[in-house]
């Protein structure tokens, strides 16, 4: 996760209000697909060519990690839509500080447990979306702005079948207050959704076409439901939870999901060509367990990311640092695809061909 540690707290919130201020965004018009912009990579273009890039590729969602202000200077009047995450190092200085006048579509914190490395920051996270949602409130904003935070699938007890998801019981003093936080104001709980990482943990039992929404039939018969693909099973896994847990009436935004093109098993570009084409399709058309409701859902990442570990946390990207597409795919509505063939080192121009 890309992060900063530069920023004060009266000066992040000053950035926050700037890219509210100026990035004129027009919610209804954004598709259902966003991109996640990470920055831990020496050869990035400037954000405003990034910017530029999402524009030309009718990209319309953006999650950035934090209040970087070149980025948010580069969103003004872009019409993109913007998740900004408050990164985990600040969890605590904003659950401390109830002054804090933050503006925007914030994502407090991103996967912190009692179960990982962040543990320590746990205690924080409540109170840290609590001062957040209070400051926009405040301003007014309460009904148009959504507090949140992203957590992955290590919270998740039983998966398996996603009818009998469940937290693990020994967070569930951490989560159902969450949760109960997220359904009085009527906010989703955002999820990062990865089934590259369960294939490549037990490829015995679980097939590459299962994870790359490529099987012809059925895999799972759950009830009533039938599962063609592990996406809609690990999604629904977590409905379950939620439901569980007194969060039935919660929406979930998919916050990250991706597959890489190198540096471990089954990270390969034809495989994950597949699975970014594919999820695109798939989320159009919702989970066996709520169908026909489109999911929002943010492909991770935008490029390739040089300082990043282990090596396949480097080949995410959907670009290389210098723009160049690596896959041929359909961000948008359209039934238009971008061809990679013409792509080059010096240039984000392309031709276009029909999809077929």
Not at 240 to 258: D, F, K, M
Not at 266 to 280: D, F
Request: hydrophobic share 40%; with cysteine.
């Amino acid at each position: 996760m890309a992060t900063s540690d530069k920023y004060t707290i009266p000066q992040m919130a000053v950035i926050l209000l700037l890219g509210l201020l100026v990035a004129n965004i027009d919610i209804a018009e954004a598709q259902s697909i966003g991109v996640c912009y990470g920055m831990l990579d020496n050869n990035l273009s400037p954000a405003s060519q990034v910017v530029e890039l999402y524009k030309s590729r009718n990209i319309r969602r953006m999650r950035i990690y934090d209040p970087n202000q070149a980025a948010l200077q580069a969103l003004r009047g872009s019409n993109i839509e913007v998740m900004l995450v408050v990164s985990n190092s600040d969890l605590q200085n904003i659950a401390e500080n109830p002054q804090m006048q933050i503006i925007g579509y914030i994502v407090v914190g991103n996967e912190v447990s009692p179960v990982t490395s962040t543990s320590s920051l746990t205690r924080y996270l409540l109170p840290a979306m609590r001062n957040i949602q209070n400051a926009i409130s405040s301003a007014g904003l309460g009904n148009n702005i959504k507090v949140s935070t992203s957590i992955d699938m290590t919270l998740i007890g039983i998966s398996f079948p996603p009818s009998q998801g469940s937290f693990k019981n020994d967070i569930r003093s951490f989560i159902d207050p969450i949760i109960g936080f997220l359904r009085g104001i009527n906010s989703p709980l955002l999820v990062n959704i990865y089934p590259y990482f369960s294939y490549a943990g037990n490829p015995r039992d679980i097939s590459l076409p299962y994870a790359l929404f490529t099987a012809p039939n059925v895999v799972v018969q759950d009830g009533s439901l039938g599962y063609r693909n592990l996406f809609d099973a690990m999604l629904d896994a977590v409905y379950a939870a939620l439901s569980r847990a007194g969060g039935g009436s919660i929406e979930i935004v998919v916050s990250e999901s991706g597959w890489p093109s190198a540096g471990a098993f089954g990270a390969t570009t034809n495989n994950a060509a597949t699975y970014y084409r594919n999820l695109i399709q798939q989320v159009k058309r919702g989970s066996p367990r709520r169908p026909n409701r489109v999911i929002e859902t943010y492909l991770f990442a935008m490029f390739d990311e040089n300082n990043k570990n282990p090596e396949l946390e480097k080949h995410f990207g959907l670009f290389f640092p210098n723009k160049q597409l690596k896959y041929p795919l359909n961000f948008g509505s359209s039934d238009r695809l971008w061809d990679i063939s013409v792509e080059n080192n010096n240039a984000t121009s392309t031709s276009l061909r029909s999809e077929v």
